[in-house]
T-cell receptor, first 115, second 121 residues
Framework: DAGVIQSPRHEVTEMGQEVTLRCKPI?????LFWYRQTMMRGLELLIY????????DSGMPEDRFSAKMPNASFSTLKIQPSEPRDSAVYFC?????????????FGPGTRLTVL | AQKITQTQPGMFVQEKEAVTLDCTYD???????LFWYKQPSSGEMIFLIY??????QNATEGRYSLNFQKARKSANLVISASQLGDSAMYFC??????????????????FGRGTQLTVWP
């Protein structure tokens, strides 16, 4: 089992550019989560999907952020246009909704730096 | 609103000793789950232990145990026989129900701000 796969692992971009983060959940998992981690705000959920459908996107900061899950094995988080305050580590996590403990398996994260 | 509080920004423990990391939570839901994750300096999030709100027994996983006191709304993590490799940031988290117009479903994970544990020889 490869675990949750995220790409890229590191991204450095200039303010105003579009950034796309990618996630491949664990095969068979039906829930997918996008988190952002910063020193100031800690870990915060941006959005999550059940069976490819967005369930709770109340954590998405503003319209510059969008997330899609076109199928069960792929999701993207897009920031357009990016700003320096978006610099953070972005985690994708997946879980199986019927699992007894609902453990979320985290990917390695994407460290985003916006200059 | 859901809220997780970890009051210890940093903790120090000597190798082979036990340590307790505090976590309190605030929820009006009856059904919820409590989690602990470990984040070493390499950055990945590692699941440690889970406790369901209806579980009567405290959860245990190897050297980790969760001291669940429902009336006090606390879910402290106990690490026994600390090892140098236990040095990391530890996050407490809670997952409660999300209520929608179609009923309830499992909601998001709410995380505390974390406790940095340092194990010294």
């Amino acid at each position: 089992d490869a675990g949750v796969i995220q790409s890229p692992r590191h991204e450095v971009t200039e303010m105003g550019q579009e950034v796309t983060l990618r996630c491949k959940p664990i095969s068979g998992h039906n829930s997918l989560f996008w988190y952002r981690q910063t020193m100031m705000r800690g870990l915060e959920l941006l959005i999550y999907f059940n069976n490819n459908v967005p369930i709770d996107d109340s954590g998405m900061p503003e319209d510059r952020f969008s997330a899609k899950m076109p199928n069960a094995s792929f999701s993207t988080l897009k920031i357009q246009p990016s700003e320096p305050r978006d610099s953070a580590v972005y985690f994708c996590a997946s879980s199986f909704r019927g699992a007894n403990n609902n453990e979320q398996f985290f990917g390695p994260g994407t460290r985003l730096t916006v200059l | 609103a859901q809220k997780i509080t970890q009051t210890q920004p940093g903790m120090f423990v000597q190798e082979k000793e036990a340590v307790t990391l505090d976590c309190t939570y605030d929820t009006s839901d009856q059904s919820y789950g409590l989690f602990w994750y470990k984040q070493p300096s390499s950055g990945e999030m590692i699941f440690l232990i889970y406790q369901g709100s209806y579980d009567e027994q405290n959860a245990t996983e190897g050297r980790y145990s969760l001291n669940f006191q429902k009336a006090r709304k606390s879910a402290n993590l106990v690490i026994s026989a600390s090892q140098l490799g236990d040095s990391a940031m530890y996050f407490c988290a809670m997952r409660a129900l999300l209520y929608t117009d179609r009923g309830s479903t499992l909601g998001r994970l709410y995380f505390g701000r974390g406790t940095q544990l340092t194990v010294w020889p």
